[in-house]
DNA sequence: ATTCCACTTGTTAGCGTTCACAATTTGAAG
DNA sequence: CTTCAAATTGTGAACGCTAACAAGTGGAAT
């Protein structure tokens, strides 16, 4: 038998460096009273063992895991997956991994259970992508001392720390845009009614109308997919005055491109049509589109700066910070001016 | 000072019920002999106490932390996106954890560096995403006793279990589909060269071609984006000889159609498209795509269940298991027969 | 009754780390 | 040479849990 102890532990490095396991430790930790000659020698000592420091074990003392938890909705769209990335990247970086416990919806005890597995798994905080106001709720049953984020959408701003778009700024862009480029009117094909970002885009794109003294059509609410778009998409085809679309997301404007395709009505040069997002490929479609960017992994890295600041910062750091971070105007091929009469 | 004690521990549970510590312990691990009486009144005491286990405690002494690790490449695309939910999917009801390490190559220094920190996390296996060997490398590098499974690429079979697509197959099925329609023969446009994937691909359909005595045309190898595929697109589309145009995926499927749709090339009536992966809108595209379906999501959930099953088998489980998952082809509008001459 | 075994519970000792404190060494100042 | 504080190191005790064994039940078999 000749392995009776199978890892190598810090006892082992102490022994090989001819100190205290307590010494190890706090050269591990970067504790600054440790003589220069002694850190090296342990250091060594750690390299030609090949010591890995069990973080079960300091995690159970100092109650700190070092990891952070990811509550995700629909993470397999682009926006949430992107999100994720920016996380976990940023997580990286400041040292922490990430776990996830996605939702399968939005309703309150899916969102409890996912708060409840990973404070089981001894999170020091939580990201939750919050689109509904339901997921922020939930995360107010968070254990005392979870320090909590949401990200992406929706929440009582006195609740939690949140880091958002501003919707109704990207929407006032589009409708800005298409009324500049002469149209009458903008159309609009919106996302799920019950969806705060979906009636944020509506808001925006209401109030540019209202004050450019446009008249405001008719919203339809739906879902963010392209099957949405395609159905109002062949319904504003057959109204003759519709010469501008501003959609909610790119999905929904791919589905209402080809609608106006079908339909034999010619993009741009009938209509113009604007989405919301910039997806990889948006650029790519026929013809590419012009559209609001978001930028979720930056979204990401930003939830995640707010969260480490609010953790630093305890529990006693006066009312909750918010970010707010501005889409962007992308114009390309499938807005023009409106058909001269 | 009311809190000397913040958490509630198996101590407190096990004073309130009446029973030591240790009978508590056993309730909680579902152990055989405990007293039906006794467990629900640790039960009741748990409940009452809003106790919640410690899993670092439990995994500091049982080696095991119930969390698995996800390496993953480009998480924000698609595929690798819809592999992440599937294997979370499957995780959660098995009672895992998932955390996630992105590598931003995959070079084998990144892989390495993934693993590094999972294990130091003590998770207890890993699921790599792996559309390279250097992936699949990387992961033998793994501490002993920490299992691994390689999803969705490449690597040497022998090596770690492996779930992976039948890319061969659905390309056989993709370009069988347009011989079938009438063309002549298939073009193809290749994804990145290194990656297997797109190399197995090219070979289902040169194989197809071979077998069907229809001449072989030159591949071009370039990217797995649009952007690729609007280039690609746009060589082919000068060559009228070209009437039915096979791609590696979907985006590169969208470049294509973008492409002809430029050259004034209609499709299908002219060219037939097809692509591989059916994204969630490819139905959408114009005209709404063929192409080869993977279903990502259980390729995810197969792949935990493999590990899972890897796991349970121990050190001496034999050669390792091998998953292969069938594509479908889905008929849509971009494929019809070759113009008549 | 006695014996034995299965069932049920309790006791003790770690798991590998950090924390709090004690002990020692060092170096500069008196 | 003494003194004191700072720098450096070591010692024991947690952290909350499970493993291993011990010990106490009860009932069936002897």
């Known amino acids: 038998m000749p392995s009776k102890k199978r890892v190598t532990v810090m006892r082992d490095v102490a022994k090989l460096a001819g100190v205290s396991h307590q010494t190890v430790s706090r050269v591990l930790n970067e504790h600054p009273n440790v003589k220069q000659e002694t850190r090296t020698r342990v250091l060594e000592a750690m390299q030609s063992l090949n010591y890995r420091r069990n973080l079960a074990a300091r995690t159970l003392v100092t109650r700190r895991s070092h990891t952070l938890g990811l509550i995700g909705f629909e993470t397999t769209l682009f926006g949430p997956a992107s999100m994720l990335h920016g996380i ?27 708060v409840d597995r990973l404070s089981q798994h001894a999170v020091d905080g939580i990201i939750a992508i919050a689109p509904k106001p339901a997921v922020t709720n939930g995360l107010l049953q968070a254990p005392a001392g979870l320090y909590c984020v949401a990200v992406g959408g929706a929440g009582d701003p006195d609740a939690v720390p949140t880091v958002r778009i501003d919707n109704a700024a990207g929407s006032r862009a589009a409708t800005r845009h298409l009324l500049e480029l002469g149209h009458r009117t903008v159309h609009h094909v919106g996302g799920p009614h019950d969806w705060p970002e979906a009636q944020e885009r509506v808001q925006g794109w209401r109030d540019t109308l209202y004050e450019a003294g446009a008249p405001v059509p008719p919203v ?17 085809a057959r109204d003759p005055g519709v010469t501008a679309i501003f959609c909610a997301n790119d999905r929904i404007a791919l589905g209402v491109l080809r609608a106006l395709h079908e339909a034999g009505r010619r993009v741009p040069e009938e209509v113009s049509v604007v989405g919301f997002d910039d997806m990889p490929d948006s650029g790519y479609f026929l013809p590419p589109l012009t559209t609001v960017r978001q930028d979720f992994a930056e979204m990401g890295r930003r939830s995640l700066t707010l969260l480490l600041e609010h953790m630093a910062g305890g529990e006693d750091a006066g009312p909750p910070a918010h970010i707010v971070v501005s889409p962007e105007l992308v114009v390309r091929g499938s807005t023009a001016p409106p058909p001269s009469r």
Do not use: C, K, M, P
């Open 88 to 114: 976990e990247d940023a997580a990286r970086t400041a040292g922490y991994l990430v776990s996830i416990a996605t939702v399968r919806n939005l309703e309150r005890g899916e969102v409890l259970d996912a």
């Open 220 to 236: 339809g609410f739906g879902s963010w997919n392209a099957e949405w778009g395609h159905r109002q998409g062949q319904e504003l």
